[in-house]
């Protein structure tokens, strides 16, 4: 898992306080409104997505940047590439 901290981003996808499996299908929808290059920063509670996240993004083309725990959540950011 990487780490990191202070990452800008170019939008937020607040799903904290959402059920399974909206941490994988939402952030595609958003993506699709970025441009190349932009980055994803999602906000979730949900601990499976530490995982599921980073494992989207390689099969869907898309480069997960890292996590940040923050007080509340987990910040995950993933930058467009497709």
């Known amino acids: 898992m990487k780490f990191v901290k ?4 170019d939008d937020t ?3 904290v306080c959402r ?6 299908l939402e952030p595609g929808d958003r993506l699709k409104c ?10 979730t509670d949900y ?3 530490l995982e599921d996240i980073p494992e989207w993004c390689k099969r ?8 940040e ?3 509340d959540c987990y910040k995950l950011y993933i930058k467009k590439i497709k």
């Open 19 to 24: 059920s399974c499996p909206m941490h994988l």
């Open 69 to 71: 725990e923050d007080e």
């Open 47 to 49: 601990d499976g997505a």
């Open 60 to 67: 869907c083309g898309q480069e997960f940047m890292g996590v």
């Open 34 to 43: 970025l441009k190349k290059g932009q980055i994803l920063e999602v906000l």
């Open 13 to 15: 996808l607040d799903l």
């Open 6 to 9: 202070n990452q800008p981003s």
